[in-house]
């Protein structure tokens, strides 16, 4: 989360870094002995009226010594200093809108050079007798001697092949799919067209080519005639039905206001009704000969994790789906299309998940957990890492029938019931049913093909309770149930504890009721849907999708559909304005205020808008996106991604070390250990039979001698991954030299990290002589939390402990670490052999201190702020961020890009919002100055272990000693 700055020889050479521990922006003064600059980064650029903790000073070093003079400001966002003369210019917002100002060094004074009152100023650079700025939308050139500012008249000639028109392959932009009633076809989308894709044989079909438009989510009707989705042609999202071969004219549904996302078209089993979600967490339907949407619920919590896993009825009479209670557990509900009662199946006092109808229609299908405990804390770290196991059950739906379940015997018939076949008994039945098969036939002849009897749900609400069977399945963390055939169901599992991988494969069984028997099917998927008929299911694995019939497990690779010819026509430009209303309609619907923070976004938007016209590339939109909204003052407001041109990487590889320039060669400064056993943390040099030591020189790479003024890096480029020779040795000369075999890395930051964690950590040591432990938590996510557990954990026995979050990135809401910090001291025990030990058992008992920067934020900023609130102990450092307001689940923009919309908002209980756009104030405010960095302290460090120590000198950890052992024959 810091920046160095290197000087370069104007001649070329290896780079030399500048003494100053972490810089961003910078100048030098004329003569070169000071440099203006930025001390810390920023996590949003354009975050207007920013006052956390990341609001950026101006510091004016001088080289020779470091001594550090500020330029004086109140918590003003100052940047882009430059030095003109006697005077450093810079940027800042101190009075409003982003302008210029000045600093005299001689008189110490602050003055603003130009007045604005309109859009920020973005950058400034400075020339030998003339200054120039960016101000959105124009570059202008200032003459610091007559004050007057002049708009750069700026003709632009060129081709821009970003913004031409042309044919893009989309299988890799997948959003959505879904399989067509029989399972012939697919339907996807892709950057906002709808496309199906055969089975076998014939072509992808695009169904939309819309360009400017946004289509989502399809679905096809299961009588195979047609394909249902969300289109914003009209500028909202609107339902829109589509002839599966594309030659109908599209049947369009207004869904109502106010406008909204939406998400799911459900067709019922008569193609005669679709349900749907929106984002306000309502679940509709709409009669497709109507077109009236219908109300069915609400849902009580925003929960990211779980949805209404709604399923209709196989008579399309009705819809179940699972509902949040006030315990936010889910329980199944049944909605009545006739009457429009809603009406609760399960007790509420478990977790009841993903209901669905079987086929035949007497039963419904779900799935429970009784341990989901903190697991349903999905902001909360304490929610991580719990065993989930689900059962499945089922629900007889009508008074009368019989459990599908119910005991089986296997029973000996007595002689007397066995027919002989000497009788004639089985003859006569044999005849009878010979005649029944010939009158079978002849009604066939007479009357064609006999259709079924189509299926009637009925629902006995009243003692439904008592006709909930459990089912012969293991217990398991079931994602989902789907049905299949009549009597068939579909379970997808994962790991009972889910790992901390960005998406959990999930395995596939089916389960049989007639037999009672649960068979393997499919394993390693990331999606799966089952065709209408019940005969055949889509299902993703890898980067590819398949198709495959039900009846037995897929081989491997069978039913893989062909992607590679999956195109669309896109047009930059229309893409892009359609992308711009869309990021505002992101903003008006999903941002946690429906006011905007004051803002009407409707002005801002048209007040934006001119400038989509002079976009020349991807990336111009995004810059344009950045600016736009950081009107609305938030944080977590990121933007990024999209068609923005990647040229073709060279990664460098890197050993794990720092170099010096001795005797004409480059020499080990400082080797990085690492941890060998720990993939992540691989240390090339110190690799068993490598043991390169620090002090020996770097002779060769892959035969080529290195030697300065050569950029050692350089000798490394395109190696990092591949084995590669290089020569060390402990003499400039080559002399005693050896020649070993290394892997460079790609990254070297796991290694550089990890080694600041461990010289905290013995830094902490030293200074307390061996009491306090020390902790790093770099996030609230799940490094911190494997962090925490790894480290703090480890150090039990320690007297006291510093906690450092400084750089934490955030993530959850840290409650874990805060109640596993907090546990007091409770009771001792001893047993015959071994020393005594206490409860709880895995902990330090005695004071915390924690360390925070302004480089802390989000969870970094919750993690201090419930430090704080359970006076745990003090903060020692500088203000965190300050941003919290989360965010999670943004529809993606056409091309794959992204914006997010903070939707989130954590206030304290005193009803202020105490964190947002302030950030944690420590108790001890401390700062780490370049000079001192320079000099080997961390002052912020330092001045934690001395305050824990204070504290554990007035209030020292005590064990008890065990009482006398009764004597209750003492006479």
């Not at 599966?244 to 369009?252: D, F, M, N, P």
């Not at 020390?774 to 609230?780: A, E, G, I, R, S």
């Not at 805060?818 to 047993?831: G, H, T």
Request: overall charge negative; aromatic content about 10%; hydrophobic content about 35%.
């Amino acid at each position: 989360d810091f920046d160095r700055l290197y000087s370069v020889p104007v001649e070329g050479g290896p780079a030399d870094v500048l003494p100053m521990w972490r810089a961003e922006d910078a100048w030098l003064s004329p003569d070169a002995t000071r440099i203006a600059y930025v001390p810390n980064e920023v996590w949003q650029t354009s975050w207007k009226r920013y006052r956390g903790g990341q609001t950026t000073p101006i510091y004016i070093v001088r080289l020779s010594d470091l001594a550090l003079e500020k330029v004086p400001r109140e918590n003003s966002n100052d940047k882009h200093p430059v030095w003109f003369g006697d005077t450093v210019y810079f940027l800042s917002d101190r009075s409003g809108p982003v302008t210029l100002f000045a600093y005299d060094t001689k008189s110490k004074t602050v003055k603003q050079v130009i007045e604005n009152k309109g859009l920020d100023f973005k950058s400034l650079s400075a020339g030998p007798d003339a200054l120039v700025y960016e101000q959105f939308g124009g570059i202008y050139w200032f003459d610091p001697a007559g004050g007057k500012s002049k708009k750069v008249s700026i003709r632009i000639a060129g081709d821009l092949p970003a913004t031409r028109p042309h044919y893009e392959k989309v299988a890799e932009k997948i959003q959505n799919a879904a399989i067509s009633p029989t399972g012939a076809r697919a339907v996807f989308e892709a950057r906002g067209e709808i496309l199906t894709v055969p089975g076998e044989k014939g072509d992808i079909r695009n169904l939309t080519r819309t360009p400017a438009v946004a289509e989502r989510d399809p679905a096809w009707s299961p009588d195979g005639k047609s394909i249902a989705y969300f289109s914003d042609e009209s500028g909202e999202y609107a339902l829109h039905i589509a002839d599966q071969a594309g030659s109908k004219a599209v049947k369009k549904f207004n869904l109502g206001n106010p406008p909204s996302y939406f998400y799911g078209p459900l067709w019922s089993p008569d193609s005669k009704k679709i349900a749907y979600t929106d984002k306000r967490l309502n679940l509709w339907y709409v009669d497709v000969e109507k077109g009236a949407p219908v109300k069915v619920t609400t849902d009580r919590y925003d929960d990211p994790t779980s949805g209404f896993s709604e399923t209709w009825s196989p008579d399309s009479k009705w819809l179940t789906y699972a509902k949040l209670l006030a315990n936010h557990l889910r329980a199944v509900f049944v909605y009545s299309v006739e009457t429009g009662k809603e009406s609760q199946i399960t007790d509420g006092i478990s977790d009841a998940r993903y209901p669905v109808f079987d086929k035949g229609g007497k039963s419904l299908f779900f799935a429970v957990s009784t341990d989901v405990g903190l697991s349903a804390g999905w902001l909360d770290l304490s929610s991580f890492q719990h065993p989930v196991l689900r059962s499945v059950y089922l629900a007889v739906l009508k008074k009368g029938d019989p459990s599908p379940v119910e005991p089986q015997s296997d029973e000996e018939k007595a002689a007397e019931e066995k027919k002989d076949s000497s009788g004639g008994d089985k003859g006569k039945e044999a005849d009878k049913s010979k005649e029944g098969e010939k009158g079978k036939e002849g009604e066939k002849g007479k009357e064609g093909e006999k259709k079924e009897e189509p299926v009637k749900v009925t629902i006995d609400l009243d003692g439904i309770g008592q006709r909930i069977v459990s089912l012969p399945i293991k217990a398991a963390n079931y994602v989902g149930l789907d049905a299949g055939k009549a009597g068939t169901l579909f379970l997808s599992e994962i790991v009972d504890v889910p790992r901390f991988e960005p998406q959990t494969p999930a395995t596939v069984s089916k389960f049989d009721l007639t037999t009672r028997k649960t068979e393997p099917f499919l394993s390693g998927i990331n999606g799966l849907g089952v065709s209408a008929n019940g005969e055949k299911v889509l299902y993703r694995q890898g980067q590819g999708w398949f198709i495959a019939k039900t009846d037995a497990a897929p081989k491997p690779g069978d039913g893989a559909l062909k992607l590679d010819e999956m195109e669309v026509y896109v047009d930059p430009r229309a893409e892009w304005n359609q992308m711009y209303h869309e990021v505002w309609r992101i903003q008006r619907d999903f941002l946690y205020d429906p006011h905007h923070h004051g803002l009407d976004i409707n002005a801002a938007e048209k007040k934006y808008a001119p400038y989509l016209k002079g976009l020349a590339g991807r990336a111009d939109l995004n810059y344009l996106f950045d600016e736009m909204l950081g009107e609305i003052t938030i944080g977590h407001m990121f933007m990024g991604g999209g068609d923005v041109p990647k040229p073709r990487e060279v990664k460098g590889g890197l050993l794990g070390a720092d170099y010096k320039i001795e005797n004409g060669r480059y020499r080990f400064a400082r080797i990085y250990n690492g941890e060998n056993w720990n993939p992540e943390q691989r240390a090339p040099l110190t690799q068993p039979g490598v043991e390169v030591k620090p002090g020996e020189y770097l002779l060769e790479v892959e035969g080529r001698e290195v030697r300065p003024p050569s950029e050692v890096y350089s000798f490394f480029e395109n190696t990092a991954g591949k084995q590669i020779k290089i020569k060390v040795g402990p003499n400039a000369d080559g002399k005693d030299a050896k020649e070993v075999t290394v892997v460079p890395l790609p990254s070297e930051f796991p290694l550089r990290n990890r080694a600041w964690e461990e010289d905290n950590r013995r830094k902490v040591d030293e200074l307390s002589g061996g009491k306090l432990a020390y902790v790093h938590v770099p996030d609230t996510a799940v490094r911190g939390y494997l962090n925490f557990n790894r480290f703090y954990f480890a150090q039990v026995g320690k007297q006291g402990a510093v906690i450092d979050e400084r750089y934490n990135h955030g993530g959850e809401v840290a409650d874990y670490i805060i109640d596993m910090l907090k546990r007091p001291l409770r009771n001792c025990a001893i047993s015959r052999e071994g020393e005594a030990f206490c409860s709880p058992l895995a902990q330090i008992y005695g004071p915390k201190t924690m360390i925070i920067n302004e480089m802390s934020g989000s969870g970094g900023d919750a993690l201090p702020w419930m430090f704080k609130q359970d006076q745990v102990g003090p903060l020692v450092g500088t203000r965190t961020w300050g941003g919290l307001v989360g965010i999670y689940g943004y529809p993606p923009l056409l091309d794959g890009g992204y914006v997010t919309a903070p939707r989130v908002a954590i206030y304290g209980l005193k009803g202020e919002w105490e964190v947002e756009n302030h950030g944690i104030a420590p108790d001890i405010e401390v700062e780490n100055d370049p000079a001192s960095v320079a000099a080997g302290h961390d002052r912020q460090l330092e001045k934690a272990v001395e305050v824990t120590l204070e504290a554990l000198k007035k209030s020292p950890v005590t064990i008890p000693e065990h009482p006398p052992y009764p004597n209750y024959h003492k006479k």
